[in-house]
């Protein structure tokens, strides 16, 4: 596989549930970010590990529990989300320094919470 | 005011024509410039940077206009393809972190 993979792509879940969003990373990159995007919105960064430590956390609720075992894969961890919670939620890639500019984004995860 | 603001649009563009659209932004201690582009229901990516001195890339010409904080892609003799919605992204050092507008969307029409 190569670039940025998501999984899953399409995901449905209540407000009581619990459940999980995987990113992995074939581009030896060491810095990996959540983003989320809502329909009409910039997308808001969300989370930032630099050498699987977070280096950012933008306000996020408690709801979102991120994590990073290595430098290749990300997680972020869902329980009792909200409604206004669904949104595209992509993660991305860089290097850590001068070019973190140059992130690599995978295809996304669309959450709808229902 | 918004750290990075955009005219959403559409932007509709009979092909081959010429379309150009500007960001603003508001921290004048932003330093780096870019444009990413994103297709319909994908991933943004990066199309290319934007220096002081303006630069291009084929079709595409890239502009920044730090007296008015602002930065400009023109599109020339647009192709289907081109249809997209373009999202201004700025950096400001310090925090290093990547500041995205809405987006243009383009809508490139036969």
């Known amino acids: 596989e190569t670039g940025v993979t998501q999984t899953p792509r399409h995901l449905v879940m209540g407000m009581t549930n619990k459940k999980s969003l995987k990113c992995e990373q074939h581009l030896g990159h060491n810095a990996m970010y959540w983003y989320k995007q809502s329909a009409k919105k910039p997308l808001e960064l969300m989370f930032v590990y630099n050498f699987k430590e977070q280096t950012e956390n933008n306000s996020v609720p408690s709801r979102f529990s991120p994590e990073c075992p290595n430098s290749s894969h990300l997680f972020l961890h869902l329980h009792t989300l909200q409604p206004e919670d669904s949104a595209l939620y992509l993660c991305?890639?860089?290097?850590?320094?001068?070019?973190?500019?140059?992130?690599?984004f995978g295809p996304g995860t669309r959450l709808t919470v229902t | 005011r918004k750290e990075v603001e955009q005219d959403p649009g559409p932007f509709n563009v009979p092909e081959g024509a010429t379309v150009a659209f500007n960001c603003t932004y508001s921290?004048?201690?932003?330093?780096?410039f870019f444009w990413y582009r994103q297709d319909c229901r994908k991933e943004p990516k990066l199309l290319m940077s934007?220096?002081?001195s303006g630069n291009e890339d084929g079709r595409f010409t890239a502009q920044l206009n730090r007296a008015s904080q602002y930065i400009s892609l023109l599109i020339r003799d647009s192709k289907l393809s081109d249809s997209a919605t373009y999202l201004c992204?700025?950096?400001?050092?310090?925090?290093?972190?990547?500041?995205f507008g809405k987006g243009n969307q383009v809508v490139v029409i036969p």
């Open positions: 921290n004048s201690a932003s330093q780096s």
């Open positions: 934007v220096y002081s």
């Open positions: 991305a890639s860089s290097h850590s320094g001068g070019k973190t500019y140059e992130q690599y």
């Open positions: 992204v700025v950096v400001t050092y310090g925090n290093n972190r990547l500041a």
